[in-house]
Structures are given as structure tokens and as C-alpha cells.
């Protein structure tokens, strides 16, 4: 079982910057991918950007050129850092955790609000 920590929400203006970081624990194992996902009330979770062991990177169009997704495999974390934040990048984020044949992993979700 694994359990994910996310941090680092908060509110910003638009044009500003945060970073999250999420802290991974558990049965951590094996070639995975961690990433993060975002929701908004009404609206399915969907993609913000992956990254596996290897270092291969995924990012929703909406963020390219403005969000880069890193990890650190020996802390067992993944971070975002989140430049140029526009009012539609305001969401829940939520960490995610994968290892093929396996079932995902959530974290409990942090909030970033971006105000105009």
C-alpha cells in the first residue's frame, strides 16, 4: 500500500508561481509513475502532468511552457512547479501514484486557487 502527503497549496495571483510536493510512502517499488491530477467542482479529474522512473514526461496542453513536473527517486516525491498561474488553474491537485499491474495510489488533495 502506498500513501501519498501532497503540500504546498495556497493562493497566488494570476501570473504568479507555487509549487507543490508530494512525499511518497509505502510499498514503493519498481518502475512507476507519479504525477498530478486536478478537479474542479462538477468536473471529472483529469491530467496535469506524469513523470516515470525513467524520467518520461507527460503534460496536459494546458499547462506546457508554464508547469514542470520533477521527482527526486531517493526521497520518494514528485513536484510541480507552477509558473505563470492563470484563474482556470485554480482546482484541487492531487498526487498520484502507479506501478504497472498495480491499482493507483490518490493523495487527499491540495487546494490552489488563483485570483485575478
Known amino acids: 500500500q502506498v500513501q501519498l502527503v501532497e503540500s504546498g497549496g495556497g493562493l497566488a495571483q494570476a501570473g504568479g508561481s507555487l509549487r507543490l510536493s508530494c512525499a511518497a510512502s509505502?510499498?514503493?517499488?519498481?518502475?512507476?509513475?507519479m504525477g498530478w491530477y486536478r478537479q474542479t467542482p462538477g468536473k471529472q479529474r483529469g491530467l496535469v502532468a506524469t513523470?516515470?522512473?525513467?524520467?518520461?514526461?507527460n503534460y496536459a496542453d494546458s499547462v506546457k511552457g508554464r508547469f514542470t513536473i520533477s521527482r527526486d527517486n531517493t526521497k520518494n516525491a514528485v513536484y510541480l512547479q507552477m509558473n505563470s498561474l492563470k484563474p482556470e488553474d485554480t482546482a484541487v491537485y492531487y498526487c498520484?501514484?502507479?506501478?504497472?499491474?498495480?491499482?493507483?495510489?490518490w493523495g487527499r488533495g491540495t487546494q490552489v486557487t488563483v485570483s485575478s
Open positions: 513523470i516515470t522512473t525513467g524520467g518520461i514526461i
Open positions: 509505502g510499498s514503493i517499488f519498481g518502475i512507476n509513475t
Open positions: 498520484n501514484y502507479l506501478r504497472a499491474g498495480g491499482l493507483p495510489a
